[in-house]
């Protein structure tokens, strides 16, 4: 027998307290979208109240996604993730195509995404010429992947320092929006409110759940979790319910402070807002915190997305070098640095559209939903398939609980696809070429 600790393959280990764990899912999911997309769901509901009930349902949709990943987490704990549920559920083929997918459009188009709102807020305050947006972003991205090439510890440590300064951030909205500026005057509805009702909240819950997503993302470290069968389920729901405290209580600052029709004609509400509290210096202080929120996010993305990568290069040849796990430093670290190589060419392409931002959002939405849709139906074929398999959580109200998240994703990417620019059909074509690729090369090795 072998005793060389070298001979064995390295794999991931349990280093991720619970509070790291809960500062993951805080970071994700609270990013730029709560300092941008408020107005267009204001715009859409038409009337404070709605619009509080739109962002009351989205936490409710994600907390039930999050119930249908934490059994999935708890009862199949794996690097991989949703590559690893897929795997397990629909084979080898639909797993390599969404690992190909999360590499090329969804993490990589992610971290871009962050990248450009941080860029776009750091213009403001010290523009670097005609491309500077792209500068910024570029440089964020190889200065976040150095980080976390480094180990996991630094990339855990990065992160709950950017959270905590997030969500400082976040509550100063709250306080300037409830009791430093003077009270909007009320109004039930805004005038030239949208005239069909069920269309216009529709569009809002776009805006709302696109602000709420990035969750998911704990299901990659689901390996990493000290406890996992507990924590995960923990960490999800704490993560979940201090982020949906964070975005009611924000959504409502902003009716107070500003009104339902200065809201919704709001470009940068929070900026807004905090102008009218404290002037100029308010207004720098916002894109000071909005640029953190998305350092915070696009570092978590860069923590978890290569995590899938890694998982590919385990299972297919053509990826085996993305395989490699470094010990050390506890990091897929082939895996992270073509992660960070595709982020840079996404900038690139979001430069050469001149719609960064918006590229992105329409480059990632479709794949993103139509695997969400598959891996929330994984959860019914194990339950058919492994009736008697141990699960540490199971889903509350099994099976309402799930086909309502699957019929969330089922929408979701009927109006990513809908509302949606060129954009979507690049991240489409890039999805078909991975096709070709399982079409063509050998699977599984042995």
């Known amino acids: 027998m072998n005793k060389n600790p070298a001979a064995a393959p390295a794999e991931p280990k349990p280093v991720l307290d619970l509070k790291d764990a809960i500062a993951l899912v805080v970071g994700i999911v609270v990013g730029a979208g709560i300092f941008k997309l408020p107005a267009p769901v204001a715009a859409n509901t038409g009337d404070a109240s709605t619009m509080m009930l739109a962002w009351v349902l989205g936490a409710a949709i994600s907390i039930i996604g999050a119930l249908c990943y934490a059994e999935l987490g708890s009862s199949h704990p794996n690097a991989g993730g949703e590559y690893h549920f897929l ?19 969804i993490a990589s188009g992610s971290i871009a995404i962050f990248a450009f709102v941080f860029a776009d807020y750091a213009t ?20 976040l992947t150095a980080i976390n090439l480094v180990g996991i510890r630094a990339g855990k440590t990065t992160q709950n320092i950017l959270t905590l300064i997030e969500c400082l951030g976040l509550a100063l909205v709250v306080i300037a929006g409830l009791f430093l500026v003077p009270s909007a005057p009320a109004q039930t509805q805004i005038p030239g409110a949208p005239g069909s009702p ?9 805006f709302v759940l696109l602000t709420y997503g990035g969750w998911n993302d704990a299901a990659y470290l689901s390996a990493e979790i000290k406890d996992g069968n507990r924590n995960i389920v923990r960490s999800l729901m704490a993560g979940l319910a201090i982020v949906a405290c964070l975005y009611i209580l924000v959504s409502y600052a902003y009716v107070v402070g500003l009104g339902m029709e200065a809201l919704s004609k709001s470009g940068a509400p929070a900026a807004d807002l905090l102008q009218r509290a404290w002037g100029t210096t308010g207004a720098a202080l916002i894109s000071v915190i909005v640029a953190v929120a998305a350092i915070t996010s696009a570092n978590a993305t860069i923590l978890t997305g290569a995590r899938t990568s890694y998982a590919l290069g385990r299972d297919w040849p053509l990826f085996a070098a993305l395989g490699k796990w470094d010990a050390q430093a506890s990091v897929p670290r082939n895996a992270m640095i073509v992660q960070g190589a595709i982020a840079l060419a996404l900038v690139a392409l979001g430069t050469w559209t001149r719609r960064g931002f918006e590229t992105m959002v329409d480059y990632t939405a479709p794949v993103f939903w139509l695997f969400f849709f598959l891996t929330g139906m994984t959860l019914f074929v194990f339950r058919r398939w492994e009736p008697n398999a141990s699960r540490p959580f199971r889903v509350p109200f099994y099976p309402v609980t799930p086909l309502i998240f699957c019929g969330v994703c089922i929408y979701m990417l009927y109006s990513s696809l809908a509302y949606t620019g060129r954009g979507a059909l690049v991240g489409v074509g890039v999805l078909a070429v991975g096709v070709l690729l399982v079409i063509v090369s050998p699977g599984r090795r042995n």
């Open 198 to 206: 069920q269309a216009a909240f529709g569009l809002a819950m776009v």
């Open 124 to 143: 403001q305050m010290l523009p670097m010429g005609a491309h500077s947006s792209s500068i910024y972003a570029a440089l964020l991205i190889v200065a």
């Open 87 to 105: 795997e397990r559920a629909f084979g080898g083929d639909v797993a390599r195509l969404f690992a190909w997918a999360r590499m090329t459009v």
